[in-house]
């Protein structure tokens, strides 16, 4: 992956990462110094998940424009939303935040879809699952030092101090890209300008919409995928609350000592990300998502061992697991769908990861002062394992995704009632 493309593309995907994830914790604790409030400051955490719902209908905005204006004009547009927070100095001002997190779980899905949708237009086929460890290996790598710079920062000039930082992020991001030259004949919008007005367009909105449901209810490798990262994501959001069980009940050390375990996994991630490509041509796409399931149901059934070198040792195969599982889910989309289609797939893909997890923390946050926190581990060892032998047993996951042609606005307007918007139909349980 030598090209200077890829190389710009991915260098601008970092930094705006490097944003989100400084920002990220930044926006909780200094809510918490707002207002005093452990509960307000947990609704930071919320509102980014609420705002990532209407990944259906930024699907549908993605497939609609180019993809390159449309990233370039979200980072931007986002630099523009972030500061905004400036304007934060009191407890009274804290809705700011809110509504900032609200549209930032809005921009982050919009940017990623529209990611995904071009690098599959500057890599070739067979490297893509290299491409998505790339992007991984850097996302773990975030994880390891962003959250202490942001809170580092915080804590030396202000909140104000870690906005603009984050908003300078986008905007280096956004004048990287506009030097990537990328052909996007095939992923214009399927509407024209100045015809995005009246109810037959908003029947049009609700057609492209379901027309991603449809799509990946069609395909049987990406139908099975999402049915296992649902049930994945659900049982392992339940972690949001186990941590601080596994550390203070199980282990008896201070609530900080989950930042330890946060390091572990990001030491796990990093080696996750650099061997996710490999495995992937070595055992197809979707044995990769397996392996990174089974790494991820050792974990939780070493997490409930109360010694502190083996809850370590956990934190790991979480680390490992989490690029193996989502390279391969990535992976297998980008391949098994239509560029014209990638933003409605990709937000059908992802809403199946986002809603679960919502419903996952909201419940493991209900259960886990009634329910001893080991018997939780090994509820979530049941559900990941349960996924991974499910995924293990379908023969379209053990063998290597075909790609499928990309269809043009012509022949998916000329397709027949019924049918995939001009996509072939694609065959299996």
Known sequence: MSDSRVRAFYLASAISTFGDYALYIALAVW?????????????????????????????????????????????????????????????????????????????????????????TKIVPEDLLADANAVQQTTTQGMRLITPLVGVGLLSWLGAHAVVLVDMGTFLVAASLLLGVRVDEAEASADTEPGQEDGPADRRRWTADIATGFRYVASAPVLRQMCFALAVTVFFMSFYETIDLQIATVGLHHKPSWVGLMVSMQGVGGLVGGFTAGRIARRIGDGLLTVTGL???????????????????????????????????????????????????VGGVVDLSITAPQSVGIAVGAAVIDHVDYRDLCFMVAVGVGAAAIYLTTRKEQRRASEPVPSTTAEERDGAEPGKESGVPALNGL
């Open 31 to 119: 809510v918490k110094i707002l207002t005093g409030s452990t509960g307000e400051s947990g609704v930071t955490f919320l509102m980014p998940i609420l705002g990532a719902l209407c990944l259906p209908l930024t699907g549908v905005i993605v497939d609609r424009v180019r993809r390159k204006r449309l990233l370039i004009g979200t980072y931007l547009g986002t630099a523009v939303l972030v500061a905004a927070m400036l304007a934060v100095h009191s407890r009274d001002q804290v809705w700011i935040i809110y509504v900032v997190a609200f549209f930032y779980g809005i921009s982050g899905p919009m940017s990623f879809g529209a990611q995904q949708a071009l690098i």
């Open 294 to 344: 089974a790494a991820m149901t050792a974990f939780s059934l070493l997490s409930a061992v109360p010694v502190s070198a083996v809850v370590l040792v956990a934190a790991v195969f979480f680390g490992l697991g989490m690029p193996w599982v989502f390279v391969g889910a990535m992976t297998i989309t980008q391949k098994s769908t239509p560029n014209a289609m990638m933003g409605r």
